[in-house]
């Protein structure tokens, strides 16, 4: 028989980064709008998806956080999406 100690018996899981969560968020965004020909906009957008995919990256670091390959994902989508935004800015 166990003794509890009054710790709870289960570990819990990881939460995911709200930050991974906003970067793939923002990558996103950043396609939908230079694709209806705001690319600037979405140049900015791409931008913030990559800091907050870093920033969910460096914070997946703690065991008590998830989502370090959703937010190195999100910096891949946003670089391609800036790369996108640029290519409708010129045209």
Known sequence: MAIDYGRPTTIPSPAKSAASI???IAAIGSYYLSFKGMGFRGLLVAAVGVI????GFLRAASPRV???I???TAVALSA???VVALIAIVL
């Open 66 to 68: 998830s989502g370090g």
């Open 52 to 55: 907050f995919g870093l920033v």
């Open 80 to 82: 391609i999406g800036a």
């Open 70 to 72: 959703l937010s190195l």
């Open 22 to 24: 906003i970067a793939i």
